[in-house]
Protein backbone atom coordinates (compact mmCIF):
# COMPACT_ATOMS: atom_id res chain seq x y z
CA UNK A 1 0.00 0.00 0.00
CA UNK A 2 2.84 2.37 0.80
CA UNK A 3 4.46 2.27 -2.78
CA UNK A 4 1.22 2.83 -4.26
CA UNK A 5 0.49 5.83 -2.19
CA UNK A 6 4.11 7.63 -3.16
CA UNK A 7 3.33 6.67 -7.02
CA UNK A 8 -0.21 8.33 -6.63
CA UNK A 9 1.45 11.75 -4.71
CA UNK A 10 4.16 11.54 -7.75
CA UNK A 11 1.41 11.03 -9.80
CA UNK A 12 -0.35 14.37 -8.63
CA UNK A 13 3.20 16.03 -8.18
CA UNK A 14 3.48 15.38 -12.40
CA UNK A 15 -0.01 15.83 -12.76
CA UNK A 16 0.40 19.38 -11.93
CA UNK A 17 3.63 20.37 -13.46
CA UNK A 18 1.73 19.12 -16.61
CA UNK A 19 -0.91 20.92 -16.53
CA UNK A 20 1.19 24.16 -15.98
CA UNK A 21 3.32 23.39 -18.82
CA UNK A 22 0.07 23.12 -20.86
CA UNK A 23 -1.62 25.92 -19.90
CA UNK A 24 1.84 28.39 -20.03
CA UNK A 25 4.40 26.56 -21.76
CA UNK A 26 2.77 25.85 -25.30
CA UNK A 27 0.45 26.43 -27.72
CA UNK A 28 -1.99 24.67 -30.24
CA UNK A 29 -2.64 20.54 -29.76
CA UNK A 30 0.04 20.16 -27.20
CA UNK A 31 -1.48 22.40 -25.15
CA UNK A 32 -4.33 20.36 -24.91
CA UNK A 33 -2.28 16.92 -24.90
CA UNK A 34 -1.05 18.31 -21.95
CA UNK A 35 -4.05 19.83 -19.92
CA UNK A 36 -6.00 17.14 -20.77
CA UNK A 37 -3.04 14.77 -19.11
CA UNK A 38 -3.06 16.56 -16.22
CA UNK A 39 -6.83 16.58 -15.20
CA UNK A 40 -7.25 13.04 -15.47
CA UNK A 41 -3.81 12.43 -13.72
CA UNK A 42 -4.78 13.99 -10.73
CA UNK A 43 -8.03 13.04 -10.92
CA UNK A 44 -6.78 9.34 -10.52
CA UNK A 45 -4.24 10.06 -8.04
CA UNK A 46 -6.79 11.45 -5.55
CA UNK A 47 -8.81 8.40 -6.35
CA UNK A 48 -5.85 6.06 -5.93
CA UNK A 49 -5.75 7.80 -2.27
CA UNK A 50 -9.38 7.45 -1.56
CA UNK A 51 -9.03 3.84 -2.86
CA UNK A 52 -6.34 3.23 -0.10
CA UNK A 53 -8.02 4.76 2.49
CA UNK A 54 -11.06 2.56 1.66
CA UNK A 55 -8.06 -0.56 1.79
CA UNK A 56 -8.95 -1.66 -1.75
CA UNK A 57 -5.38 -1.62 -3.52
CA UNK A 58 -6.78 -3.43 -6.52
CA UNK A 59 -8.44 -0.02 -7.54
CA UNK A 60 -5.73 1.97 -6.25
CA UNK A 61 -3.13 0.44 -8.93
CA UNK A 62 -5.75 0.83 -11.36
CA UNK A 63 -5.92 4.04 -11.10
CA UNK A 64 -2.34 4.41 -10.79
CA UNK A 65 -1.18 2.31 -13.27
CA UNK A 66 -3.87 3.64 -15.86
CA UNK A 67 -3.38 7.12 -15.68
CA UNK A 68 0.52 6.83 -16.50
CA UNK A 69 -0.60 5.29 -19.72
CA UNK A 70 -3.56 7.60 -20.51
CA UNK A 71 -1.30 10.49 -19.57
CA UNK A 72 1.84 9.63 -20.29
CA UNK A 73 1.01 8.72 -24.10
CA UNK A 74 -0.36 12.23 -24.44
CA UNK A 75 2.54 14.08 -22.49
CA UNK A 76 5.18 11.92 -24.72
CA UNK A 77 2.59 13.00 -28.13
CA UNK A 78 3.01 16.95 -26.99
CA UNK A 79 6.52 16.55 -26.56
CA UNK A 80 7.04 15.45 -30.25
CA UNK A 81 6.96 11.70 -29.79
CA UNK A 82 5.21 10.03 -32.98
CA UNK A 83 0.93 10.29 -32.94
CA UNK A 84 0.75 6.61 -33.18
CA UNK A 85 1.15 6.45 -29.10
CA UNK A 86 -2.45 7.62 -29.71
CA UNK A 87 -3.61 4.23 -29.72
CA UNK A 88 -2.01 3.23 -27.09
CA UNK A 89 -3.94 5.97 -24.57
CA UNK A 90 -6.98 3.64 -24.28
CA UNK A 91 -5.19 0.74 -22.48
CA UNK A 92 -4.95 3.76 -19.95
CA UNK A 93 -8.65 4.70 -19.96
CA UNK A 94 -10.04 1.32 -19.69
CA UNK A 95 -7.59 0.61 -17.14
CA UNK A 96 -9.56 3.87 -15.08
CA UNK A 97 -13.11 2.47 -15.97
CA UNK A 98 -11.95 -0.43 -14.20
CA UNK A 99 -10.53 0.61 -11.67
CA UNK A 100 -13.92 2.83 -11.07
CA UNK A 101 -16.19 -0.37 -11.57
CA UNK A 102 -14.10 -2.54 -9.05
CA UNK A 103 -14.06 0.38 -6.23
CA UNK A 104 -17.79 0.93 -6.92
CA UNK A 105 -17.74 -2.99 -6.05
CA UNK A 106 -15.78 -2.71 -2.56
CA UNK A 107 -17.99 -0.02 -1.64
CA UNK A 108 -21.07 -2.17 -2.20
CA UNK A 109 -19.77 -5.19 -0.29
CA UNK A 110 -18.77 -2.55 2.69
CA UNK A 111 -20.62 -2.53 5.60
CA UNK A 112 -19.90 1.24 6.83
Do not use: C, K, N
Not at 54 to 65: H, I, N, Q, T, Y
Not at 69 to 91: H, N, Q
Request: proline share 3%; aromatic share 8%.
Amino acid sequence: MRLVAILAALSGALAVAAGAFGAHGVEGQAAEWLRTGGQYQLIHAVAALVALRMRAVGPAWLFVGGAAIFAGTLYAMALGLPRWLGAVTPIGGASLILGWLWLAAVAARSRD
